[in-house]
């Protein structure tokens, strides 16, 4: 059924394969970016700070108003060079459920944590044992090559047979 709305339709059927292909490129564009900033951040200096409060939160998808995710929420103090800092993880690059309930057994009020924080700014601050490096987008890249391919196989196609010129038809049969 959708295969023949699309045969029909060809311009939505073109629309599509090009919301894939800028789908596919911002990905990688977000993921390239996230990839420079973690090798930023895994330069920062780090130091201990002292867990002041840890639980488990409920957020949702940036995209989407669900709200379906165990997260958790670590609140912590830090001195450096003699001045006290007070932070809160901001970045968590896990999936969150269940690894939220893990992390925060682990991270009860009183323990020790290792932080890493901006040298230009002290008040930022980040655990870095919850950070991963999200790699090169490369998977991103080929889906958008891929349906940059099969965008340009189909306008090809479509060009190929308006120009095709059709023999006449005759009523005689072979």
């Known amino acids: 059924m959708i295969r023949g709305f699309f045969q029909r339709h060809p311009f939505l059927r073109r629309a599509v394969y090009l919301l894939a292909i800028v789908y596919c490129f911002h990905g990688a564009a977000l993921e390239l970016r996230a990839h420079r900033q973690y090798t930023q951040v895994s330069n920062w200096p780090t130091t201990e700070a002292s867990v002041s409060s840890s639980a488990v939160y409920w957020t949702s998808y940036s995209w989407s ?24 993880n901001r970045v968590f690059d896990f999936t969150c459920w269940p ?28 655990i870095p044992s919850a950070v991963r490096d999200p790699g090169y987008p490369w998977g991103d890249i080929a889906g958008g090559i891929i349906f940059a391919v099969i965008l340009l196989v189909d306008l090809f196609r479509s060009w190929t047979q308006e120009g095709a010129v059709e023999p006449p038809e005759s009523g005689l049969r072979p």
Do not use: M, W
């Not at 669900?66 to 830090?78: A, M, S």
């Open 65 to 88: 108003g669900k709200q379906n995710r165990d997260c958790p929420k670590l609140g912590y103090r830090y001195a450096v060079q003699g001045r006290t800092y007070e932070g809160y």
């Open 99 to 126: 690894d939220a309930y893990d992390f925060v057994a682990e991270h009860q009020p009183g323990a020790l944590i290792q932080i890493a924080y901006d040298p230009s700014n002290p008040a930022i601050s980040i």
